[in-house]
T-cell receptor
Framework: KQEVTQIPAALSVPEGENLVLNCSFTDSAIYNLQWFRQDPGKGLTSLLLIQSSQREQTSGRLNASLDKSSGRSTLYIAASQPGDSATYLC??????????WGAGTKLIIKP | GAGVSQSPSNKVTEKGKDVELRCDPISGHTALYWYRQSLGQGLEFLIY????????KSGLPSDRFSAERTGGSVSTLTIQRTQQEDSAVYLCASSTTANYGYTFGSGTRLTVV
């Protein structure tokens, strides 16, 4: 059974710092891995998708890596801003339609 | 539409009553998903539609839960005889192809009292 864990559960850093969010999964047979952000009272926003055959994806200040052999993914946020404050969710594709989700990391960027 | 629309945004219901939750996906998105997010927990897969068909209903928690999709568009999630443990945020998402390019709605917060 695939289990997805995100550490830390919460993180608070000063504005401008670079930071890394971690996601680990127990079964390396994944379809893909996705990172989302969730803002209070709003839906989830897709950030990055890494296909099973890929090692990383980049979008602006965000970079996500994938290491299937170790069951890990990281989301790197460069030069953090207060607007980056949100809960970040990691989701592992169990199949071509089902995602298994971590519980999220709540990120607070202090001005 | 411009995004995935869910209604109602909030629903408070008495234990034992039936509720219907509606999802209006982005026009042209053939894949539609329902997830449930309980307080402090990760999202839980409920059901997936490809067109009007639901190839996988295994995530539905019990036979009190059912879902349908008509015209390859609007989907309704129905919970019969609601229980307190059904209280959660129910999220709907759609995509052009399965498991890629999700767009989520804002969710329906269901509270069973």
């Amino acid at each position: 059974k695939q289990e997805v864990t995100q550490i830390p559960a919460a993180l608070s850093v000063p504005e401008g710092e670079n930071l890394v969010l971690n996601c680990s999964f127990t079964d390396s047979a994944i379809y893909n891995l996705q990172w989302f952000r969730q803002d209070p009272g709003k839906g989830l926003t897709s950030l990055l998708l890494i296909q099973s055959s890929q090692r990383e994806q980049t979008s602006g200040r965000l970079n996500a890596s994938l290491d299937k052999s170790s069951g890990r993914s990281t989301l790197y946020i460069a030069a953090s801003q207060p607007g980056d404050s949100a809960t970040y969710l990691c989701a592992v594709g169990r199949s071509n339609y089902q995602l298994i989700w971590g519980a999220g990391t709540k990120l607070i960027i202090k001005p | 539409g411009a995004g995935v629309s869910q209604s109602p945004s909030n629903k408070v219901t008495e234990k034992g009553k039936d509720v219907e939750l509606r999802c209006d996906p982005i026009s042209g998105h053939t894949a539609l998903y329902w997830y449930r997010q309980s307080l402090g927990q990760g999202l839980e897969f409920l059901i997936y539609f490809q067109g009007n068909s639901a190839p996988d209903k295994s995530g539905l928690p019990s036979d009190r839960f059912s879902a349908e999709r008509t015209g390859g568009s609007v989907s309704t999630l129905t919970i019969q005889r609601t229980q307190q443990e059904d209280s959660a945020v129910y999220l709907c998402a759609s995509s052009t192809t399965a498991n890629y390019g999700y767009t989520f709605g804002s969710g329906t917060r269901l509270t069973v009292v």
